[in-house]
C-alpha cells in the first residue's frame, strides 16, 4: 500500500531557532540573560496564535503570507500525528495545459459518465501535493454532483511523503504561479462553464483565492480550515457565495479567525455560511487517527447541498 498523508494536514515545516546569538567576546556574566531572552522569544513564537487577522500586513498575498508564517510554530508542526497507511483507486486522468506565459500545468481530471457538463469543480490540495487521496476525493464529487471535476496541482508534479519536503514544496509555492494556475485551467474548461472551487487548510485558503480569481464565472467556493482572504476590497470583487467549514477546538485557524472572516464578508454585501463543529483542525480528514467521523459526514452532506444550490 502506498502511504498518503491526509489532504487535511496543514503545511507546517519547523523553523529553527538560533539560540547561539552571543559573540565569542560577549562577558561571561551576560550569558544567563542572553539564554533567557533567547527562551522567552521561542517560547513566544512557538505559542503564540499565528493566525491572527491583523498578524499580516495587507497585501496582495495577505492570507498566503498568514499560512506560511504558521511555519514557524512548532506546535502546530507537532499538533499533526502521522497519517495512516492507505491506497486509493482512481479513476480519472492526467491532463496538462499551457499557462499564458507558456510554462505547462498539470492537473487530474474526473468528467460524468455519459454526458457533458458545464457544471465544474476545482479541487484544491492539501500541503502534501496532487496525491492519490486528492484524486480520490475528485471522483467522489464527479459522482454525487454529475459534475466535471479537475484537482489542480499548485506543486508542478511534486509530490511530498515527509513533512519535511512538504514544508519545502509548500514554502517554495508562488502565489503568482498559483494564481497563473488557475488561469490556465479556467481557460481550459471555457467561458461558459460555471466553476466552484473546495480545498482543505493550504488548499482551502486556495479554494478562497481562486474563487476571486475566477471573476464572474466563479459560482461557489468551499473552504475547509483554510485562512480566507479579509481584504474589503478584494472581498468586495467575490462573485461566488461562501461555505466555510472550521473547527471549534483549531487553535491556529480558530473560531474568532472563522467570526472576522463572516463579518468582514458579509459587511462587503456578499454571502457567506460558516459551520463550526466541536472538534479539532483536520477532523474531516480519514487517514487522520482523529478523524470524527460523523462530524466529517455531516460536513460533506453541507459542501453536497451547498454546491447544488449554486449549480442549480
Known amino acids: 500500500m502506498n502511504r498518503y498523508a491526509a489532504f487535511f494536514l496543514p503545511f507546517a515545516l ?22 533567557a531572552t533567547a527562551m522567552k522569544t521561542t517560547a513566544t513564537a512557538n505559542q503564540a496564535p499565528c493566525c491572527s487577522l491583523e498578524d499580516t500586513k495587507t497585501s496582495s498575498n495577505q492570507a ?5 508564517a504558521l511555519s514557524t510554530d512548532r506546535a502546530f508542526v507537532n499538533k499533526h500525528e502521522e497519517p495512516l497507511a492507505a491506497s486509493f483507486q482512481t479513476k480519472g486522468t492526467a491532463v496538462k ?11 487530474y481530471e474526473i468528467k460524468p459518465t455519459g454526458k457533458e457538463s ?6 484544491i490540495h492539501e500541503w502534501w501535493g496532487l496525491n492519490d487521496y486528492i484524486k480520490q476525493e475528485a471522483d467522489k464529487l464527479s459522482a454525487e454532483l454529475g459534475a466535471r471535476v479537475i484537482a489542480l496541482d499548485l506543486y508542478d508534479g511534486k509530490v511530498a511523503t515527509t513533512r519535511e519536503d512538504a514544508g519545502k514544496y509548500m514554502q517554495s509555492n508562488k502565489a503568482e504561479r498559483s494564481k497563473a494556475i488557475i488561469g490556465a485551467f479556467q481557460q481550459y474548461v471555457g467561458t461558459d462553464a460555471k466553476i466552484a472551487t473546495i480545498g482543505w487548510c ?8 481562486a474563487s ?3 471573476g464572474k464565472q466563479a459560482v461557489g467556493c468551499v473552504i475547509y480550515y483554510g485562512m480566507p482572504e479579509t481584504d474589503a476590497a478584494k472581498l468586495a470583487t467575490m462573485n461566488a457565495p461562501t461555505l466555510g467549514i472550521f473547527a471549534k477546538q483549531d487553535k491556529w485557524i480558530t473560531p474568532e479567525v472563522a467570526s472576522k472572516f463572516e463579518a468582514a464578508t458579509k459587511a462587503a454585501g456578499k454571502s457567506v455560511e460558516i459551520k463550526l463543529y466541536d472538534a479539532d483542525h483536520a477532523f474531516a480528514n480519514p487517514s487522520n487517527p482523529k478523524f470524527a467521523k460523523d462530524l466529517a459526514e455531516d460536513a460533506h452532506k453541507a459542501v453536497l447541498a451547498f454546491f447544488k444550490k449554486c449549480f442549480a
Open 212 to 214: 476571486l480569481a475566477l
Open 64 to 68: 498566503t503570507a498568514q499560512f506560511a
Open 118 to 123: 458545464k457544471n465544474v469543480i476545482f479541487v
Open 14 to 35: 519547523v523553523a529553527g531557532v538560533d539560540m547561539h546569538q552571543a559573540t565569542s567576546d560577549t562577558p561571561k556574566a551576560k550569558a544567563p540573560a542572553a539564554k
Open 202 to 209: 493550504f488548499g482551502g485558503g486556495w479554494s478562497h483565492q
Open 97 to 107: 495545459v499551457k499557462a499564458a506565459d507558456g510554462m505547462e500545468c498539470f492537473g
